[in-house]
């Protein structure tokens, strides 16, 4: 196969034309200067350039081919790696192919995506409206075996491992007793910027965003809350499978049905003020309220023996003079009776409600 490299000179970021997505103008250095259109090879998974960028050029079967036609056409490839960098691999701007005059009525006429235009963000080169260069977006440290995935200002995806002894400039933030076991790292931003094509690594306290799946890996992470709940193992000494979600905000939401959680052990919720076991927490409201509602029942017993004692009283042919007043007030007795009635039903009112509670907590209790 015939490949070819060439310079990107522009890209296509727009749908007009539905034959012409993704689609991008390239200098090709043999071909005297002249622009060409190529197309990506993959279409599922894309990785789109920036001006300056070189890619890898060949020619295969174009859309308007057919059994008595043979119509063919460019496909381009990933940007080849000039400066090693994930932001920008351009070429400098002095070294880089420029169109010749005569073709420049073409690239106009076949430029229907981004125009190519001066970059107001870099001044000593264009790669293209609307993207500035970052050069403190730092490459990943590898390790050897390492599938690596980098965006290109700071995200990236590890499917990794944990080498114990290997010539490294960094080395993991995550350690294991089994080296081979897969770990999984998806960060997104770091907390300051790099240097250029100087190695980072992964930090889940650093960066911005980041979810990471073990196997047996321990990883030191500094909980926002230090007090996580009574016998539960910091992170940095668990070293079963996990799954940590680390940012300044987590969200769940969901839009139909139920959030739910569901642990073999308990569910632990920390605040600034509390670190709550779930499962111990509803062990002893429960305890808690059965001793209210025995508590409520007694109650309930002295109203009804004071309400008994009143009317009693109030009833009584017998009256004990003391001087020329009686001992025993009637009316306090009757309003006595009524008070202790009323406070009846209301410990019976709380008393229900108690018991709904209740009947709820043991409904929840597996």
């Not at 076991?277 to 309220?289: N, R």
Request: proline share 5%; aromatic share 6%.
């Amino acid at each position: 196969m015939n490949f070819k490299t060439g310079v990107i000179k522009n890209i296509n970021l727009k749908d007009s034309d539905i034959n012409e997505i993704y689609s991008i103008d390239v200098l090709i250095s043999d071909s005297s200067g002249l622009l060409r259109k190529a197309y990506p090879l993959d279409t599922n998974i894309k990785r789109l350039p920036i001006l300056g960028e070189l890619v890898l050029l060949f020619p295969s079967i174009g859309v308007n081919a057919n059994g008595a036609t043979r119509d063919s056409r460019l496909y381009y490839m990933n940007p080849i790696s000039i400066q090693l960098n994930p932001n920008n691999n351009a070429l400098p701007p002095v070294i880089a192919p420029q169109p010749s005059e005569s073709n420049n009525n073409d690239y106009d006429n076949t430029s229907s995506g981004t125009p190519n235009v001066a970059n107001t963000d870099d001044t000593s080169n264009d790669l293209g409206e609307g993207f500035i260069e970052e050069s403190g977006v730092s490459p990943l440290q590898p390790f050897l075996g390492d599938v690596l995935i980098e965006g290109r200002f700071g995200h990236s995806i590890r499917f990794g491992y944990t080498p114990s002894t290997t010539q490294t400039t960094k080395r993991p933030t995550w350690s294991t007793s089994n080296e081979s076991d897969p770990i999984t790292i998806i960060s997104n931003g770091r907390a300051q910027s790099g240097e250029y094509n100087k190695f980072t690594i992964e930090n889940i306290d650093d960066d911005l965003s980041s979810i990471w799946l073990t196997t047996s890996q321990r990883v030191r992470i500094q909980t926002s809350q230090r007090n996580i709940g009574r016998g539960v193992d910091v992170q940095s000494q668990f070293d079963n499978p996990s799954i940590i979600l680390s940012s300044d905000r987590i969200l769940l939401n969901s839009k139909s049905d139920y959030i739910i959680l569901s642990a073999d052990k308990s569910v632990n919720i920390c605040t600034p003020n509390w670190a709550m076991d779930m499962d111990e927490l509803f062990t002893q409201l429960k305890t808690l309220i059965d001793e209210v509602i025995k508590l409520n029942g007694n109650v309930e017993k002295a109203h009804d023996e004071s309400s008994s004692i009143a009317q009693s009283l109030s009833t009584s042919q017998v009256l004990t003079q003391l001087g020329n007043q009686p001992l025993i007030n009637f009316t306090s007795f009757i309003q006595s009776k009524t008070k202790s009635e009323s406070n009846k039903i209301e410990s019976t009112t709380i008393k229900q409600n108690i018991q709904t509670i209740l009947q709820n907590i043991n409904n929840m209790e597996q």
